[in-house]
């Protein structure tokens, strides 16, 4: 998470630094699937997903210190097939 959000930030403004991030909230989790052929009870599953609400630092040169709000968010489908998995941050 930590790496997409410079990555993000850097992005937005070349340069910027991530000083720290602290989690703000309790993240929600979502998951989904199908069952499992012959084996009740059990699923495999297909998609997950998780927000994350953050507070962070950041600077960049020749800007002064910012702290920003936000939510985190990534989704990822297709996990039972690995080589057509996509993720989305």
């Given amino acids: ?20 991030i602290k989690v703000a909230d309790v993240p929600r989790y979502l998951t989904g699937g199908r069952p ?17 609400p953050f507070a962070l630092s950041v600077i960049s040169l020749g800007r002064k210190l ?3 709000q936000g939510a985190f968010s990534w989704v990822a489908v297709r996990l039972d097939q690995p080589g057509n998995r996509k993720d989305q941050v």
């Fill in 1 to 20: 998470m930590r790496d997409s959000i410079a990555e993000i930030l850097d992005q937005q403004v070349p340069g910027a630094t991530l000083e720290w």
């Fill in 36 to 52: 499992q052929p012959d084996d009740e009870g059990h699923m495999i599953i297909t998609r997950a997903g998780i927000a994350l």
């Fill in 66 to 68: 910012e702290i920003l």
